[in-house]
């Protein structure tokens, strides 16, 4: 899983170059804002938990336990420096200058900024919140649901967090659904376990193939291909769910076909002739169904054109387990 909104861009967007340029040369350090109820400029808590996020104690700095956070600035550090560099400001001026950068507009409620180390990038982002969170607890008594995150990576970790939900819902209903469709069309366990389990395959090859593809792109040395169409994102963890349900329908019309041979002709070889009678048109349903779900490779939003690839791949793999 992985869902960085900066990497969804169009590669030939001008946008996407200027972007790239500037970050090329203003490397812009990833940052991470915390507030909590209460937060202002005399909150002793603040100055606190920004010291031990930069200089951590021996037991945080574990072998094997790489730390997250580089640098750790205030409001009142921010209003500190600026008086230190001009004392010939009045205080009025310096929350003047200060307003809308860690200063609100009463001039009193602050946050804190936590820059990171180049550890808290990746997987390492959730825990990297975690461990900010529990920080916050232990040395402010700032609890999780009352501490206040912003920026770049809480904008992807919350993403990804809400993308697993998401899988998990859509699975368990489709899950529920699929079974239910199944028992009332043919009133039989055995068969209904079995379109079941077809659909539940065919949703799986789906899947597995974004982990080969980014695999074999990174053997053959396409990285950029790898880095972007490799991975899973939000949009494209529904693409099991719709692989599921198309799956089943093919399944559906397959055993269909299979009752229809019984009735004609009886038990005797039912199987080959409904597979002779269904294969054809079951296959070119899968097959225009993959090539318009392929067409969405075209989208310049790369989650879509993800989404349009391996939903034609999983379509198209339907057919096998069928």
């Known amino acids: 899983m992985k869902n960085d909104v900066k990497d969804w861009l169009p590669e030939d967007y ?71 560099r001009d004392p010939n400001l009045t205080e009025t001026e310096v929350f003047r200058r200060l307003e809308g950068t860690l200063l609100g507009k009463d001039h009193y409620k602050t946050c804190l900024v936590v820059t990171l180390t180049d550890h808290a990038k990746g997987k390492n982002l959730r825990p990297m919140l975690v461990k900010l969170r529990d920080m916050a607890k232990e040395y402010c008594d700032v609890d999780a649901e009352e501490l206040r995150l912003g920026g770049p990576p809480v904008d992807n970790v919350s993403i990804d967090v809400e993308g697993e939900r998401t899988i998990f819902r859509l699975a368990a209903l489709s899950a529920v659904v699929g079974l239910g469709i199944s028992w009332l069309c043919f009133r039989s366990i055995r068969l209904m376990l079995l379109v079941f389990l077809i659909a539940l395959l065919a949703a799986g090859i789906g899947l597995a193939s974004v982990f080969y593809a980014g695999l ?50 009886g038990l005797a070889s039912a199987v080959e002739r409904g597979l002779a009678h ?13 090539i318009g779900l ?22 198209l793999a339907t057919l096998g387990p069928v």
């Not at 939000?234 to 198309?246: C, I, N």
């Not at 392929?294 to 379509?315: D, E, H, M, W």
């Open 14 to 84: 001008p946008e996407t170059a200027v972007h790239r340029w500037f970050q090329k040369h203003f490397p812009q350090e990833r940052f991470v804002l915390a507030s909590w109820e209460g937060c202002t400029l005399d909150d002793p808590r603040l100055p606190f938990l920004a010291n031990e996020l930069i200089n951590p104690r021996p037991k945080e700095c574990e072998p094997g336990h790489p730390w997250y956070f580089r640098h750790a600035m205030t409001g009142e550090s921010l209003v500190r420096d600026m008086r230190d």
């Open 216 to 265: 074999i792109a990174s053997l053959f040395g396409f990285e950029n291909f790898a880095s972007r169409y490799g991975t899973c994102d939000a949009v494209l963890l529904s693409m099991p769910s719709l692989v599921y349900v198309l799956a089943l329908s093919g399944a559906v019309h397959i055993i269909n076909y299979y009752h229809d041979a019984i009735r004609e002709k």
């Open 278 to 290: 269904g294969w054809f048109p079951c296959t070119m349903a899968a097959v225009t169904t993959a």
């Open 294 to 315: 392929g067409s969405l490779y075209r989208s310049q939003v790369v989650p879509i054109s993800k989404f349009g690839i391996y939903s034609a791949i999983g379509v």
